[in-house]
């Protein structure tokens, strides 16, 4: 039902490890987005893209790279991470960058850290 | 920048009664929008409410923004077994949308 698409949908990876998480959104909208949920707190944005230009990073560690090669596509490279970044990280876009637009979420990639 | 407080963080309810979540925040918003996120799943848009004052439907769901545009409201007549989830409200306006920590609702059939 979602025209933005995450995969994987699940993902262990060791502190050592390398891995990339993927959105690709079909709805040719302009803004993409990170979001990172935890159990105990509330969606916390990491990036933001507007028309394939990093546009807001919210003080994330550097361990979490973000890349956009286009408008449909977001890629979150993860490395050396730590079990606190155990995670749903959710991929969303929005028509604009303005910010009066609704957001569209992708399903999300749980991720576990061990 | 602008935050949102969400109450209550949890609500319990037998099937059929009401439900109402409140947003709360300390500055003035330009918007604020609701979200519903189901177990397992993920954020999904309900609705956006941009004028002081407004209310808008949408069959058994009443949101309103308050007339000082501080405060919002999702309330949830006769709920059913499929209202369960976490509600989310959500301001942005001139920055990325900043979310509450949601309200989760469970209903007991």
């Known amino acids: 039902e979602t025209g933005v698409t995450q995969t994987p949908r699940h993902l262990v990876m060791g502190m050592t490890n390398k891995k990339s998480l993927k959105c690709e959104q079909h709805?040719?909208?302009?803004?993409m987005y990170w979001y990172k949920q935890s159990a105990k707190k509330p969606l916390e944005l990491m990036f933001v893209?507007?028309?394939?230009?990093?546009?807001e990073n919210n003080s994330v560690p550097s361990r979490f790279s973000p890349e956009c090669p286009n408008s449909s596509h977001l890629f979150l490279h993860l490395h050396t991470l730590q079990p606190e970044d155990s995670a749903l990280y959710l991929c969303?876009?929005?028509?604009?960058?303005?910010?009066?637009?609704?957001?569209?979420f992708g399903q999300g990639t749980r991720l576990t850290v061990v | 920048g602008q935050q949102v407080m969400q109450i209550p963080q949890y609500q319990h309810v037998q099937e059929g009664e009401d439900f109402t979540t409140y947003c709360n925040s300390s500055?003035?918003?330009?918007?604020i929008q609701w979200y519903k996120q189901r177990p397992g799943g993920h954020p999904v848009f309900l609705i956006q409410?941009?004028?002081?004052?407004e209310v808008k439907k949408q069959k058994r769901l009443t949101f309103q923004f308050g007339e000082a545009k501080k405060n919002s409201s999702l309330h949830i007549t006769a709920t059913q077994t499929t209202d369960v989830g976490t509600y989310f409200c959500?301001?942005?306006?001139?920055?990325?949308?900043?979310f509450g920590k949601g309200t989760r609702l469970s209903v007991i059939a």
């Open positions: 959500a301001t942005g306006g001139n920055t990325p949308l900043v």
């Open positions: 409410l941009v004028k002081s004052g």
């Open positions: 500055t003035t918003l330009s918007n």
């Open positions: 893209y507007s028309l394939e230009e990093r546009v």
């Open positions: 969303a876009s929005s028509r604009e960058p303005g910010y009066h637009t609704e957001a569209f």
């Open positions: 709805l040719g909208h302009n803004a």
